[in-house]
């Protein structure tokens, strides 16, 4: 059997989500398109989830629509919205096969059992796990119960598929593994996937765009690399890979490069927002160049600790704009603490963040 997946696109339309007095969501418009993975991503308490179970139908929105497929959903109940969603607890019968787990959904709906059985096998040959229709949740690994999750989604042929938090349980190198798998199927299959973590790695990994929220707001939506290369704040670069965030003054800018001084310390970067004035900037720890005192002109610095870590070592290195995490790949020669260092800064990794 081929899945007839059927993309649909989903509109949140000034939407807002209180509790009582507090205020989750306020005033949230947002458009994903049929066919991409679009990750909801912020720290605890951000809305992220909230987002993703208004648009599962599991809370309904204080004010606002919402669409899926050009179709005004806001008052359906969760069964009628032609959505699926995996959790990040798996929710797997533990008492059914793996087959039957599969097969639950079509069979609730009224397919008949045999039919049923035979799609479950064809969404378990997609998700790698052909073969293992008769063995039960307890005998698989945390990642092959990912996987029965998923393939339980998918049997529906959802418009939307929901994924929430849906890796938390795993340790790294699974989760690594499960986040490559689930990306894979997304882009072979083209159903449009809404996905919420936490983890700032695993958005970039796995999306087409990363919407970031804060305090029940949109603070900036982009593409990964539009969000880790250009973020809008100080928030954004701090929270999509570690950065470390610096006055700066920018001096001139000229075909989208600007020219910017940090103390002693003249640089230039790309920048599509920036203007001439005071500003910061957005170092990435592994955009900084450790160099010997009296070296070429730079930032002064002093390295207060480091740590070997096999391919690289890790600084803290006072300076005059503040303490900088700085990680450097030339394990061949480690200052020591309390030594000078001159500090420059490499090409890749330097964002300016307007005020």
């Not at 308490?45 to 669409?67: N, S, V």
């Not at 349980?169 to 997304?186: F, G, K, P, S, W």
């Not at 070592?313 to 000078?340: K, M």
Request: aromatic residues 6%.
């Amino acid at each position: 059997m081929s899945f007839e997946i059927r993309p649909g696109a989903v509109r949140f339309v000034g939407i807002r989500k209180a509790f009582g007095d507090f205020v989750a969501i306020r005033d949230l418009n947002l458009e994903i398109e049929a066919g991409q993975l679009v990750t909801l991503l912020g720290p605890s308490g951000c809305g992220k989830t909230t987002t993703l179970r208004m648009l599962a139908g599991l809370e309904q929105p204080t004010a606002g629509r919402i669409l899926i497929g050009g179709r005004d959903v806001t008052t359906f109940p969760a069964n009628e919205r032609d959505v699926s969603m995996v959790f990040q607890s798996y929710a797997l019968f533990p008492h059914m096969t793996v087959g039957e787990n599969v097969a639950y959904g079509l069979v609730s709906t009224g397919v008949g059992k045999k039919d049923a059985a035979a799609r479950a096998e064809d969404a378990l040959e997609l998700v790698g796990l052909g073969g293992f229709a008769k063995r039960l949740p307890s005998e698989l690994s945390g990642g092959q119960q990912q996987r029965v999750a998923v393939a339980r989604a998918l049997v529906l042929e959802p418009q939307v598929l929901l994924l929430d938090e849906p890796l938390s349980n795993l340790d790294a190198r699974l989760r690594r593994q499960v986040r490559t798998e689930i990306r894979e199927l997304q882009q072979r299959l083209g159903f449009t996937a809404v996905y919420v973590t936490h983890d700032q790695e695993e958005a970039l990994a796995v999306s087409d765009r990363i919407v970031v929220m804060a305090d029940g707001e949109i603070a900036q939506i982009g593409t990964p690399r539009e969000l880790y290369e250009e973020p809008a704040s100080a928030f954004i670069a701090d929270f999509i890979g570690e950065a470390n965030v610096v006055p700066c003054t920018v001096t001139t800018v000229e075909a989208g490069i600007a020219h910017f001084n940090i103390e002693s310390l003249s640089h230039s970067a790309p920048s599509h927002r920036a203007t001439p004035g005071k500003a910061q900037l957005a170092v990435r720890p592994n955009a900084i160049r450790i160099g010997e005192p009296g070296s070429d002109p730079g930032l002064q610095g002093r390295i207060m600790s480091a740590a070997y870590l096999g391919d690289h070592v890790e600084y803290e290195i006072e300076t005059p704009v503040g303490r900088l995490f700085a990680i450097d790949p030339a394990v061949e020669r480690i200052h020591p603490v309390e030594s000078e260092v001159r500090l420059s800064l490499r090409n890749r990794g330097v964002a300016v963040i307007p005020q």
